[in-house]
Structure formats: C-alpha cells, structure tokens
C-alpha cells in the first residue's frame, strides 16, 4: 500500500471517528434533557449526570483519537506528495478540520471547554466527510504559481484564522441558545445548564474573533504578496480575492458590533455565523461555483 493510499484510509478512518463522536455528544446532549442545575439527595438526577459525563468522556476521547489519525493522513499526505500538503482544496479542508479540532482539544485541557464538542465534531465530520467524497484528488506536484514561501505562510495563516472563525462561531450558537434559555426568567435546564453562561460564551466568542481578525487580515496581506510573486499584481479583484475582502469586511462589522452598546449580544453573535458561512463560501462554493486564477488546483 502507497504513502497516498495509506493517507486516503487515515483521512476517512479520521472522518468516520469524528462522526462517532458527535453521535456521543449527542447522546450526552440528550440525557441532560430536563435536568436542572444540581440539587442534592437526587439519586434518579444522579445517575443521569454519570451518564452524560460519561457520554462526554468517550466524545473526548474518541475526538483525540481521530485527531491524531487526521495529523497522520495528512502527514502522509504531505510525504506522498513530497511537500506541504496544501496544494488543493481537498487539502486545505483537512489541514483546516486537523487545526480546529487541535484548538478544541487545548481548549478542553485547559478551560474545560467540552461544550464545544458537539459543534466541533460536527463541522469536523462534514468537512472530512465532504473532503474525502467530493474535493478529493489524486497526489500531484504542484503548479509553477505556487512555488513560493509565501505559499506555505497564505495558507498556514488561513488554517490557523479559519480554525478560530469556526470555533468562534459555535460559541455564538451557543451564546444564542444559552441567552434564549436565560431570557425566560427561569432556571436553565438540561445541557445549556452545564455551559458557560451567555455573557461568559460573549466573551469567549469575542476573544477568539480578536485573535482571527488579524490574521485573517494577513492572510490577504499575505495573499496579496504571493500574487505578485506569481502573477505580477498585488490585486486583480479574482473571485477568491474579492470573497476574502468580503468575509474580512463581515468580521470587521462583528467587531464594530461587538464594541458598540447597540449591537452587543444577539446582533454581534448573528454576524459571527453569518463570517463563518461566508469563510465556508469563500473556499467551497467559489471554487465550485466560479473560475478564475484561484482555480489551478482544482477543487
């Protein structure tokens, strides 16, 4: 078996281990149905929680392990290839999923962040999913145009700064349902209860999109430089260029709203969801849906 076919196996083996484990957290998300927060002497109440960590524990741990079959697919990607593994967007996908899922998992070390889980294995499931039925394409050396140092610097800036549009973004769900669920004037119940609270979701959203912004701003910036090395001009208003600029304009505004009394909150999460379908748009629907400079790698 080829460095390619063993990559190929890895990358599915990966996706079908991040499905198991949102199919978990769904199970967890659903045992916690009508539980309120913790009273004591409540044995029936009891046992369920040991049944949702215990769900939540196996989600975690069958995350990792997929993750670190996603770093061997895609390492194997690279040697089968004999360079990075970025060249296409089968490539770009996977690099992204493996880096989001990187950052999920720091989270649940350090800040106890599985209420992430459910959101994370599901976009790393469908992304996976979508890479190894629809975007894949077989090993290729890469184009002369991509022949640059600034290809390795565009494209790792993008996978980082996507990584935390995506996670950003699902604590903007989150805050969603969780504010919802607070504005009722009663207790929170079920798995909302075990979530940060809406203000706390707020901030960690916020904190994320603070860290992406720049980077994403230069990943253009970036983008931009290597489109002079290759084409000989820094801006041609390429459909992949002129969807980066419209994504960078989204999550400009989100900023602005989150820093303005008015828009605070819901309005500020909204725009947060609406960056990440437009990121999402940017590297799936333009390369299937448009032509231009961007498309010499196929999909």
Same mark, same amino acid.
């Given at each position: *078996?080829?460095? &390619?076919?063993?990559?190929?196996? @890895?990358?599915? =083996?990966?996706?079908?281990?991040?499905?198991?484990?949102?199919?978990?957290? &769904?199970?967890?998300?659903?045992?916690?149905?009508?539980?309120?927060?913790?009273?004591?002497?409540?044995? &029936?109440?009891?046992?369920?929680?040991?049944? /949702?960590? !215990?769900?939540?524990?196996?989600? #975690?741990?069958?995350?990792?392990?997929?993750?670190?079959?996603? /770093?061997?697919?895609?390492? !194997?990607?690279?040697?089968?290839?004999?360079?990075?593994?970025?060249?296409? *967007?089968?490539?770009?996908?996977?690099?992204?999923?493996?880096?989001?899922?990187?950052?999920?998992?720091?989270?649940?070390?350090?800040?106890?962040?599985?209420?992430?889980?459910?959101?994370?294995?599901?976009? $790393?499931?469908?992304?996976?999913?979508?890479?190894?039925?629809?975007?894949?394409?077989?090993?290729?050396?890469?184009? %002369? +145009?991509?022949? @640059?140092?600034?290809?390795?610097?565009?494209?790792?800036?993008?996978?980082?700064?996507?990584?935390?549009?995506?996670?950003?973004?699902?604590?903007?769900?989150?805050?969603?349902?969780?504010?919802? +669920?607070?504005?009722?004037?009663?207790? /929170?119940?079920?798995?909302? =209860?075990?979530? %940060?609270?809406?203000?706390?979701?707020?901030?960690?959203?916020?904190?994320?999109?603070?860290?992406?912004?720049?980077?994403?701003?230069?990943? #253009?910036?970036?983008?931009?430089?290597? $489109?002079?090395?290759?084409?000989?001009?820094?801006?041609?208003?390429?459909?992949?260029?002129?969807? @980066?600029?419209?994504?960078?304009?989204?999550? =400009?505004?989100? !900023?602005?709203?989150?820093?303005?009394?008015?828009?605070?909150? &819901?309005?500020?999460?909204? #725009?947060?969801?609406?960056?990440?379908?437009?990121?999402?748009?940017?590297?799936?629907? /333009?390369?299937? #849906?448009?032509?231009?400079?961007?498309?010499? $790698?196929?999909?």
């Amino acid at each position: *078996m080829t460095l &390619s076919e063993l990559s190929d196996l @890895s990358m599915v =083996a990966a996706a079908v281990g991040y499905l198991i484990a949102f199919f978990l957290h &769904s199970g967890e998300w659903a045992f916690a149905r009508g539980l309120a927060p913790k009273r004591p002497l409540d044995k &029936s109440e009891d046992q369920a929680r040991i049944r /949702v960590d !215990l769900l939540g524990r196996l989600a #975690i741990g069958v995350t990792a392990v997929a993750f670190v079959v996603n /770093v061997v697919a895609v390492v !194997l990607r690279g040697m089968a290839a004999g360079r990075p593994p970025w060249g296409n *967007m089968y490539e770009f996908v996977t690099a992204l999923v493996m880096f989001a899922v990187l950052a999920y998992l720091v989270a649940v070390w350090k800040l106890g962040a599985r209420w992430l889980g459910i959101g994370i294995t599901l976009v $790393a499931a469908m992304g996976l999913g979508g890479a190894v039925t629809v975007f894949y394409v077989d090993v290729a050396p890469l184009v %002369p +145009a991509l022949h @640059s140092v600034w290809f390795v610097i565009h494209i790792v800036a993008a996978v980082i700064s996507g990584a935390a549009f995506n996670l950003a973004a699902i604590a903007s769900v989150l805050y969603l349902l969780r504010r919802r +669920a607070e504005a009722g004037g009663r207790a /929170v119940t079920g798995y909302l =209860a075990r979530i %940060p609270s809406a203000a706390r979701l707020d901030l960690f959203a916020y904190r994320l999109h603070a860290f992406a912004f720049p980077l994403w701003t230069f990943t #253009i910036a970036a983008g931009s430089i290597w $489109a002079q090395y290759a084409w000989g001009r820094f801006w041609n208003w390429d459909p992949k260029e002129t969807w @980066s600029f419209v994504t960078w304009v989204i999550y =400009a505004a989100y !900023l602005h709203a989150r820093a303005t009394a008015g828009w605070k909150g &819901s309005p500020a999460a909204i #725009i947060a969801v609406v960056g990440v379908v437009s990121f999402w748009f940017n590297f799936v629907g /333009v390369n299937l #849906i448009f032509s231009g400079l961007h498309s010499y $790698a196929g999909i």
